[in-house]
């Protein structure tokens, strides 16, 4: 089992900064591909970001590339999500995610339902 614990939500003006950040326990961190995920009210749950397991690639999603950058540190079992020039469009709850099996190279890394592993959840507030 893998437990993923969010922190860094909060409320912020537009233009803004934030970074969040998701802790993991219970399975070696190196091991996991890691996400970030967003869900505003009455919306589906949608793909922001995803990072290898070592690091070096990533992928965003065409809303937040450009404003958004992933990062993980496997000695502190952490990954992060920093997150500039945020707009009122990006309020949401936003959840980190995990997965043993999915190949951040191929093509379904942003499917929600193949993640194993979920926090839960950190509010992000952008006012206008």
């Known amino acids: 089992q893998v437990q993923l614990v969010e922190s860094g939500g909060g409320l912020v003006q537009a233009g803004g900064s934030l970074r969040l950040s998701c802790a993991a326990s219970?399975?070696?961190?190196?091991?996991?591909?890691m996400a970030w995920f967003r869900q505003a009210p009455g919306q589906e749950r949608e793909f922001v970001a995803v990072?290898?397991?070592?690091?070096?690639?990533?992928y965003y999603a065409d809303s937040v590339k450009g404003r958004f950058t992933v990062s993980r540190d496997n000695a502190k079992n952490t990954v992060y999500l920093q997150m500039n020039s945020l707009k009122p469009e990006d309020s949401a709850v936003y959840y980190c995610a995990a997965d043993s099996v999915i190949y951040v190279g191929g093509s379904y890394y942003s499917n929600p339902r193949l993640y194993d592993y979920w926090g839960q959840g950190t509010q992000v507030t952008v006012s206008s």
């Open positions: 990072i290898s397991r070592n690091g070096r690639t990533t």
């Open positions: 219970g399975r070696t961190f190196s091991t996991l591909a």
